[in-house]
């Protein structure tokens, strides 16, 4: 520790503090502008000059490292006057027009000005005005606004890895500019608006909400990203009962896994919220044409038609897909209505389409299928990561942005397999553009290798593991130069892959969709196990399996049980017995049917009736016309929606629901974090909770279900799910909590299989290449 006095006050601070924390410790509150704790210092506004006794100049406090007994004035003579200058030159070429901007009220430079009484420059009028033409939709970029701190630029390069902007020319010349000067949509420009999010000034605003609300007319709600399974977290920006923008939370606390990031869909695409193609009336089929409805005829004749079917054909002529969409306390109620009201536990969603390998594949290897560490992890503590089946910059751009982070940042390193050339494959260490369906070879030639060269993890095999001798036999076929022609890998890459896999303190595995949705899905993510086995990279920090699931929801909808075999499953009698003390009725014990099944048995005449809550099966299907042929089949099919879908219009009754924005619940992202979204907004017309429109059908089909809240709901529901037993809206306040939590007292569980996996020993699958029936 080191010793300082600042304006008077002594303190002590660690050696290498710099002297603008020291600063702060001591209470002072020191004007920065390019300074961004989250980026690299740039030392370039001296905004943050103090004056330290003895010295001969003042000293920019951000990158000044502060040294023993230093004695620091914050606000002296000199120091006031220093910055005064700084903000005449930085007013040089600023034009000076806050009433109509933007930033008006939460722009830095505009409250510096106020507080150091600075109104005008000497120096104003000497720098060029350069235009601000750029045709993209989401960001307007005022040069003749800009101060010059590159912040943006800093951004751009160190939380999204995008590096698409930078400084031009220099002295008054000096502007930001993408690579030759062209605009940013004819960039790599990914529109993440992490610029935005930096810039201390109206140089750079958003498009979208211009014009709409200044922050001091707005209020801010947290909540979560309804779009993809990352769980990103931030505050939409309400005004007057509309949603106008969308503002970060760099407060890691708040935002524990994006800490401010976002991607294009989080930042910009809040705007479908106010559409008005918005449902806002329930609405009736009849003679072909929709005809709005009020809520007591479409809910009674909705009631009418599902019980007619049931009495009529029996409990399983009827189906229900719920959603990855909608939240946990949704997807709850929906299974319960499946299962007690209609009477059967065909209950699915797109989970099927997508996530089953992975409940099945790491199910059987590990005992849990589900995501094994967090994302944060792939981002800061994995010394090595397999991305294979994953275009991760594109699909969960936020967890993209954190591998690119570790690898230019600290080193990681990176291996990419998948027959496209990604983005996160032009900077890998390996990049294997393998033939499609042909992970398995892939997989076992790297095994192949870590087994022949003596990389694998023999204490973790023999302590933690079975089954490895079956493995081992069948991968003695599967040397680099068989696996080559099949995969179309040369075999030095497959072996230089294994190598850094094997060889690094922590290695991860990350994977998403070109892994799972194919007939040999569930032996693509046993393979993947068995590597991450095979190399004892299971169960500590920056390791894992790390399967990311598409939609925000994806993991949530199936720990409610919105799935046909559940985790908790319905064969299982003393689960069974344990659901029906609690529902009051008896339940059915056999497994219900998935998505693709239920199409197959409507196209067989035994599903007479669907009810579709917030999925869009017409769009969503591998064979879109099968979908469409069955739809017609059936004698009444009910959509429950935000939109009139491309299902919705094939429904004789269509229920208008409620959009993230508009509720209460929660969602469990990928990395199983539990986390609140909160209502900011009412929804338009008559539209309703899509809770309180299950329980009304369900009161009117003779099982009277009444809630006050979705979170008496999440109290019915952690009752009867072990995993979220010791959760409560109020633990999940600050960064939300990954399941499992069984006790109150639990913190939640960010790493599985610690010291044991779920299932006892982790179990290797041997397993032989066959191609995928896709082919
Ligand atoms: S929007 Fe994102 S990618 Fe584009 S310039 Fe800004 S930070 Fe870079
Ligand atoms: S656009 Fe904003 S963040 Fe970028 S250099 Fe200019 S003032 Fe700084
Ligand atoms: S990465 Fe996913 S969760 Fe995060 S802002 Fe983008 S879409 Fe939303």
Not at 51 to 59: D, I, Q, S, V
Not at 251 to 267: H, I, M, Q, T, W
Not at 385 to 409: A, D, L, M
Not at 458 to 475: G, P, Y
Request: glycine share 8%; net charge negative.
């Amino acid at each position: 520790m080191i010793k300082l006095t600042i304006n008077g006050k002594e303190i002590q601070v660690p050696r290498g503090t710099m002297v603008l924390d020291a600063c702060q410790q001591a209470g002072a509150d020191i004007p920065t502008l390019c300074y961004d704790p989250d980026l690299k210092l740039a030392g370039s506004c001296r905004m943050c000059v103090v004056e330290a006794k003895g010295r001969p100049n003042l000293m920019a406090a951000c990158v000044s490292p502060a040294e023993n007994n230093m004695v620091i004035e914050t606000e002296s003579h000199d120091v006031v006057e220093s910055r005064k200058i700084i903000l005449e030159l930085l007013l040089a070429r600023h034009k000076l027009e806050c009433h109509t901007c933007e930033r008006d009220g939460s722009c830095k430079l505009q409250d510096y000005c106020y507080r150091y009484g600075v109104t005008d420059s000497r120096y104003a009028g000497q720098g060029p005005h350069f235009g601000m033409e750029d045709p993209n939709p989401f960001i307007k970029r005022d040069y003749d606004k800009c101060i010059m701190c590159t912040r943006c630029v800093r951004a751009c390069e160190e939380i999204t890895g995008a590096q698409v902007i930078n400084v031009k020319d220099r002295g008054h010349h000096a502007k930001i500019s993408t690579v030759f000067d062209g605009k940013l949509a004819d960039s790599n420009c990914v529109f993440c608006g992490q610029c935005l999010m930096v810039c201390p000034v109206g140089a750079l605003t958003s498009k979208v909400s211009a014009g709409k609300g200044r922050s001091f007319q707005t209020k801010g709600v947290l909540t979560t990203c309804t779009y993809c399974g990352t769980g990103c977290t931030f505050e939409l920006n309400v005004k007057d009962d509309n949603v106008v923008g969308v503002t970060s939370v760099r407060d890691s606390e708040f935002s524990p896994v994006n800490k401010g990031a976002l991607c294009v869909k989080g930042r910009f695409g809040w705007d479908f919220i106010h559409s008005p193609e918005r449902l806002t009336t329930p609405l009736i089929k009849e003679n072909g044409e929709f005809r709005p409805a009020s809520w007591d005829e479409a809910l009674n004749l909705a009631a009418e038609k599902l019980k007619g079917m049931k009495d009529k054909y029996g409990t399983d002529s009827v189906a229900m897909f719920s959603s990855a969409r909608v939240t946990n306390e949704e997807n709850y109620l929906a299974q319960k209505f499946a299962r007690v009201v209609l009477g059967t536990n065909n209950i699915d969603h797109c989970a099927s389409l997508c996530h089953s390998s992975n409940v099945a594949g790491m199910g059987a290897a590990f005992g849990s299928g589900a995501m094994t560490n967090t994302i944060n992890d792939m981002g800061e503590d994995a010394r090595a990561i397999f991305v294979i089946g994953s275009n991760t910059t594109e699909n969960h751009p936020i967890i993209g942005y954190k591998i690119k982070q570790n690898v230019r940042k600290n080193g990681a390193k990176l291996i990419v397999a998948d027959p496209h050339c990604t983005d996160l494959a032009t900077m890998a260490d390996v990049n294997m553009q393998f033939q499609p369906g042909t992970d398995v070879a892939l997989l076992n030639g790297m095994m192949n290798v870590i087994i022949t060269e003596g990389l694998l993890d023999k204490e973790f095999i023999e302590n933690r593991t079975e089954n490895f001798a079956a493995l081992k036999q069948i991968l003695e076929k599967y040397t680099p130069e068989y696996v080559e022609p099949i995969t179309g890998v040369p075999a030095d890459d497959i072996r230089r892959a294994a190598r850094i896999y094997a060889e690094s303190e922590a290695s991860a595995i990350c994977y998403s969709m070109g892994q799972t949705p194919y007939s040999t899905g569930t032996d693509n993510v046993k393979s993947v196990c068995n590597l991450a086995m095979l190399t004892g990279n299971v169960g500590r920090p920056g390791t894992g399996v790390n399967a990311l699931l598409g939609q925000n929801n994806v993991q949530g909808a199936c720990d409610m049980g919105c799935l046909p075999i559940a985790y908790q499953a319905a064969t299982d009698s003393e689960i069974r017995d344990k659901f029906e003390k609690a529902w009051g009725l008896t339940l059915s014990a056999q497994n219900g049917l998935t998505v693709t099944q239920t199409i197959n048995a409507a196209h067989a005449g035994q599903i007479k009736g669907l009810f579709v809550l917030g999925e869009n099966p017409i769009v969503s299907d591998p064979d879109i016309q099968h979908v469409d042929e069955y739809l017609e089949k059936l004698e009444c099919l009910i959509v429950q929606d935000i939109f009139l879908t491309e299902t919705a219009q094939k429904a004789d009754i269509v229920l208008p629901g409620l959009s993230f924005a508009e509720k209460e619940g929660t969602f469990t992202s990928t990395e199983r974090r539990v986390q609140l979204v909160r209502k900011a907004v009412s929804g338009p017309g008559e539209a309703q909770d899509d809770w309180w429109i299950l329980c009304e059908l369900s009161t009117r089909m003779g099982y009277p279900m009444f809630y006050a809240n979705a979170e008496e709901i999440f109290e019915e529901m952690r009752l009867l799910t072990p995993s979220y037993a010791g959760m409560s809206y109020a633990r999940l306040q600050g960064s939300g909590l990954h399941w499992p939590c069984p006790t109150e007292d639990h913190p939640g569980t960010p790493i599985l299989h610690k010291d044991i996996f779920s299932r006892g020993l982790g179990l290797f699958h041997a397993i032989e290449f066959k191609e995928p029936v896709e082919l």
